[in-house]
């Protein structure tokens, strides 16, 4: 069975950018999650889905954040214009349960490089 | 609020030699508690989880952890390390609410175990 599936695996791009990250998450779940991890604060949570629907997205550190989901299979986080300080790692995930379950199925995770 | 606390950054084992990897844990309520693994540039993957039901609880790839409510921890064990069992470590906190309503994780800062042939 497919995982969750993220592009692009890495992405280097110049401060002012518009960088959009795409995700598809396993057939069949309806939680969808994106959380960055950087060395400073570790993982983070910056929103989440339930059935295309954002349900919390006070994770999301400002406005040049934002994310869709326009349907079951896919979501994208965008961030217009990126900064230096938005290089993370960035993870989608899914569950087809509630998140505080813990069962989170977890892509391998966009690496963005913003100089 | 609920709060987990990984207590070592960095572990190095001998193959073959235990593996603690140490996880405390606050919270007001029934906490769900969990641990998830990370190999390098891969993501994260559910180990095991405790909830409320056995207090040791048996994960993948030979790992347990024993949830021990009045020392407040939850710590990861293995009998014998594997190469392969170099990665990064995380505890997570299921933060319930008062009415033990579902929530986000909280995931703790991770513990990276190396393990030395």
């Known amino acids: 069975d497919a995982g969750v599936i993220q592009s692009p695996r890495h992405e280097v791009t110049e401060m002012g950018q518009e960088v959009t990250l795409r995700c598809k998450p396993i057939?069949?779940?309806?939680?969808l999650f994106w959380y960055r991890q950087t060395m400073m604060r570790g993982l983070e949570l910056l929103i989440y889905?339930?059935?295309?629907?954002?349900?919390?997205d006070s994770g999301m550190p400002e406005d040049r954040f934002s994310a869709k989901m326009p349907n079951a299979s896919f979501s994208t986080l965008k961030i217009q214009p990126s900064e230096p300080r938005d290089s993370a790692v960035y993870f989608c995930?899914?569950?087809?349960?509630?998140?505080?379950?813990?069962?989170?199925?977890f892509g391998e995770g966009s690496r963005l490089t913003v100089l | 609020a609920q709060s987990v606390t990984q207590l070592d950054s960095h572990v190095s084992v001998s193959e073959g030699t235990p593996v603690l990897l140490r996880c405390n844990y606050s919270?007001?309520?029934?906490?769900?508690l969990f641990w998830y693994v990370q190999h390098p540039n891969k993501g994260l993957q559910l180990l095991l989880k405790?909830?409320?039901?056995?207090?040791l609880v048996k994960g993948i790839n030979g790992f347990e952890a024993e949830f021990k409510k009045s020392e407040t921890s939850f710590h990861l064990t293995k009998p014998s390390a594997h190469m392969s069992d170099a990665a990064e470590y995380f505890c997570?906190?299921?933060?319930?609410?008062?009415?033990?309503?579902?929530?986000?994780?909280?995931f703790g800062q991770g513990t990276e175990l190396s393990v030395k042939p």
């Open positions: 997570v906190v299921s933060d319930r609410g008062r009415n033990n309503q579902g929530g986000k994780l909280i």
């Open positions: 889905f339930n059935n295309n629907v954002p349900i919390d």
């Open positions: 995930a899914s569950s087809p349960q509630t998140p505080d379950t813990g069962e989170l199925f």
């Open positions: 919270s007001s309520y029934s906490p769900s």
């Open positions: 057939s069949g779940h309806d939680y």
């Open positions: 405790y909830t409320s039901a056995a207090t």
